[in-house]
């Protein structure tokens, strides 16, 4: 299985900060990367997939890069609604495989 | 406007069975996978496995397989996952999700289930 690493599991942030989320591929995946974000009781979102492609209605702040091994996701201008658990989720091959979340924290 | 709406929360006893259902509404069933995503109490989300609804092929999970059965019933455009020999670490919140190319882009609220003696 591909695992996927990102790290750090937490992070403290700011209204309006600034924020880049790191998640690494144990090998060469492309850009068949998604994003989520879930917050605790609610469903996990889909923000972006294959790397940086916007799903339906996700707000222009958030942004994600990356290809091969290492890929990021950006928020610009951190809002209160942002703070929540991000994973990336590489789906290259079956299974596709998790990180383990980054936790954006006040 | 595309819609999985999950099963309520059960409480079962170690050795048990139960069957979640997610009933999709608001597009074509048969033409996208169904994914089910587990996440156990204070960690993150773990891949089960998904199931096509046109076929009824599914892929599973090395870590999940013989211990999870996906089915589908297109006649109500439900999905469902059964577990079977419930252990105490099976106790988690279990989610659908619809496959779009290989994003899950719309995903169930969330059924917890409680396995406990």
């Known amino acids: 299985d591909i695992q996927m690493t990102q790290s750090p599991s937490s992070l403290s942030a700011s209204v309006g900060d600034r924020v880049t989320i790191p998640c690494r591929a144990s090998?060469?995946?492309?850009?068949?990367l998604n994003w989520y974000q879930h917050k605790p009781g609610k469903a996990p979102r889909l923000l972006i997939y294959?790397?940086?492609v916007f799903h339906s209605g996700v707000p222009s702040r958030f942004s994600g890069g990356g290809s091969g091994t290492d890929f990021t996701l950006t928020i610009r201008s951190l809002r209160p609604e942002d703070f929540a658990t991000y994973y990336c989720?590489?789906?290259?091959?079956?299974?596709?495989?998790f990180g383990q979340g980054t936790r954006v924290e006040v | 406007e595309v819609q999985l709406v999950q099963s309520g929360a059960e409480v079962k006893k170690p050795g048990e069975s139960l069957r979640i259902s997610c009933k999709a509404s608001g597009y074509s069933f048969t033409n996208y996978w169904i994914n089910w995503v587990r996440q156990v109490p204070g960690k993150g989300l773990e891949w089960m496995g998904k199931?096509?609804?046109?076929?009824?092929?599914?892929n599973y999970s090395p870590s999940f397989q013989g211990h999870v059965t996906l089915s589908t019933d297109t006649s109500v455009n439900t999905a469902y996952l059964q577990l079977s020999s419930l252990k105490a670490s099976d106790t988690a919140m279990y989610y659908c999700?619809?496959?779009?190319?290989?994003?899950?882009?719309?995903w169930g609220q969330g059924t917890l289930i409680t396995v406990s003696s």
């Open positions: 294959a790397a940086s």
């Open positions: 199931i096509d609804p046109s076929d009824s092929n599914a």
């Open positions: 999700a619809r496959q779009y190319h290989g994003e899950c882009d719309y």
């Open positions: 090998q060469n995946i492309g850009t068949y």
């Open positions: 989720q590489q789906t290259f091959t079956t299974p596709p495989t």
